[in-house]
């Protein structure tokens, strides 16, 4: 059968602003345009690992062309929407993308959908998010007895649901031999967040229980992660080091941190004690930027089809070469607006 992967994570309908300047405190202005779209980290992450497994499925005016190929994975996702209009919208598309929506809660009559209010900067292609979980935050762990379904190969996190739940998706995982991909974002914004978190990545050394597979995340997220680290630390190669450096101590096996327009940073188990850990791969060149909302979404989906395409191939994972393929990926999402929309096919992706 097909390698399968499961994402457990958010949806959430993107209202989404275009415009030339971002709004100054008291300034009303006009937008240049404006959108509503499917969203949420988790639905992103899930369409991205269908849309590219799979070649174009509809023409760029939305009609149906038959494939001449099959998919090359199966994608489930568990979480939860409201029982509106946008949990309807966000579940259909998931579904007219082939993702397995049966793991999809919704929620009771009152809770909304979650909703990410976004305003796009025209001119760099910057977002600012501010994300409303509604429903996200209401998932109801009496109705299902399991989050990872049986034959998961790879189970895809992140933090738009509460921490308990994922911590419960990763325990679950855990029990049943299932490696897992962390992307951490947005960042846990308390300390108490922080240390729970990072009590569920690692293992004693010498327990032999395995930690994280992959954690995939940004640099505001990494240094929210690593005690006393800033930002500003991450533009040095040492600074890159220390922190991958930290999660392998914790038992992460592959540390993934992408570092926008330097490029990507990754660190892998085999370097782990080493003075100097990790490698810097460069960006791709992009004519223009034009939305960059779904860009990270598409390198979590995409390093994660490489991860399970490995497995199946019963292959080494090549973490350079899975990373080089996701920046590919993501640089096509970066030039189109959106967030699910902007996401390429696999046959977009040279
Ligand atoms: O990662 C991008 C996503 O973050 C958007 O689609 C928005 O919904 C927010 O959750
Ligand atoms: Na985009």
């Given at each position: 059968g097909l390698p399968r992967i499961t994402v457990v994570g958010s949806l959430n309908m993107d209202l989404v602003s275009y415009v030339s300047h971002h709004p100054e405190p008291g300034e009303t202005m006009t937008s240049n345009g404006f959108a509503v779209s499917p969203g949420g980290k988790g639905a992103n992450q899930a369409i991205a690992c269908a849309k590219l497994s799979?070649?174009?499925?509809?023409?760029?005016?939305?009609k149906p062309i038959p494939p001449t190929s099959q998919p090359t994975a199966h994608v489930a996702m568990a979480g939860a929407v409201g029982d509106d209009a946008h949990g309807k919208a966000l579940q259909a598309n998931l579904a007219a993308h082939?993702?397995?929506?049966?793991?999809i809660q919704t929620a009771p009559t009152g809770v909304p959908s979650g909703v990410a209010v976004i305003i796009v900067?025209?001119?760099?292609?910057q977002n600012r998010i501010i994300f409303s979980p509604g429903a996200n935050y209401q998932?109801?762990?009496?109705?299902?007895?399991?989050l990872v379904p049986q034959g998961t190969q790879l189970l895809i996190l992140q933090l738009e649901i509460p921490l308990d739940q994922v911590l419960r998706a990763l325990k679950e995982a855990r029990a049943a031999g299932v490696p897992v991909l962390l992307n951490?974002?947005?960042?846990?914004?308390?300390e108490e967040a922080r240390a729970k978190l990072e009590a569920a990545f690692a293992v004693a050394a010498g327990s032999g229980e395995k930690g994280l597979a992959h954690l995939v995340l940004n640099e505001t997220e990494t240094a929210a992660l690593v005690p006393e680290l800033k930002v500003q630390d991450l533009d040095t190669a040492a600074g890159l080091s220390r922190a991958a450096s930290y999660f392998l101590a914790q038992g992460v096996e592959n540390i993934v941190m992408t570092l926008g327009g330097r490029g990507v940073y990754y660190a892998t188990a085999a370097e782990a004690g080493k003075e100097v850990v990790g490698e810097l791969l460069p960006p791709e060149t992009v004519k223009?930027?034009?939305?960059?909302?779904g860009a990270g979404d598409t390198f979590a989906g995409q390093y994660a089809l490489e991860a399970v395409y490995a497995t199946a191939a019963g292959k080494p994972f090549d973490c350079a070469a899975a990373v080089r393929k996701s920046n590919r990926a993501a640089a096509v999402t970066v030039q189109r607006r959106g967030a699910q929309d902007s996401i390429p096919w696999r046959d977009e992706v040279a």
């Amino acid at each position: 059968g097909l390698p399968r992967i499961t994402v457990v994570g958010s949806l959430n309908m993107d209202l989404v602003s275009y415009v030339s300047h971002h709004p100054e405190p008291g300034e009303t202005m006009t937008s240049n345009g404006f959108a509503v779209s499917p969203g949420g980290k988790g639905a992103n992450q899930a369409i991205a690992c269908a849309k590219l497994s799979r070649e174009r499925t509809v023409d760029k005016e939305g009609k149906p062309i038959p494939p001449t190929s099959q998919p090359t994975a199966h994608v489930a996702m568990a979480g939860a929407v409201g029982d509106d209009a946008h949990g309807k919208a966000l579940q259909a598309n998931l579904a007219a993308h082939g993702v397995d929506i049966s793991g999809i809660q919704t929620a009771p009559t009152g809770v909304p959908s979650g909703v990410a209010v976004i305003i796009v900067d025209e001119p760099t292609g910057q977002n600012r998010i501010i994300f409303s979980p509604g429903a996200n935050y209401q998932i109801d762990t009496t109705k299902s007895a399991s989050l990872v379904p049986q034959g998961t190969q790879l189970l895809i996190l992140q933090l738009e649901i509460p921490l308990d739940q994922v911590l419960r998706a990763l325990k679950e995982a855990r029990a049943a031999g299932v490696p897992v991909l962390l992307n951490p974002a947005p960042a846990p914004a308390t300390e108490e967040a922080r240390a729970k978190l990072e009590a569920a990545f690692a293992v004693a050394a010498g327990s032999g229980e395995k930690g994280l597979a992959h954690l995939v995340l940004n640099e505001t997220e990494t240094a929210a992660l690593v005690p006393e680290l800033k930002v500003q630390d991450l533009d040095t190669a040492a600074g890159l080091s220390r922190a991958a450096s930290y999660f392998l101590a914790q038992g992460v096996e592959n540390i993934v941190m992408t570092l926008g327009g330097r490029g990507v940073y990754y660190a892998t188990a085999a370097e782990a004690g080493k003075e100097v850990v990790g490698e810097l791969l460069p960006p791709e060149t992009v004519k223009q930027v034009v939305d960059t909302t779904g860009a990270g979404d598409t390198f979590a989906g995409q390093y994660a089809l490489e991860a399970v395409y490995a497995t199946a191939a019963g292959k080494p994972f090549d973490c350079a070469a899975a990373v080089r393929k996701s920046n590919r990926a993501a640089a096509v999402t970066v030039q189109r607006r959106g967030a699910q929309d902007s996401i390429p096919w696999r046959d977009e992706v040279a």
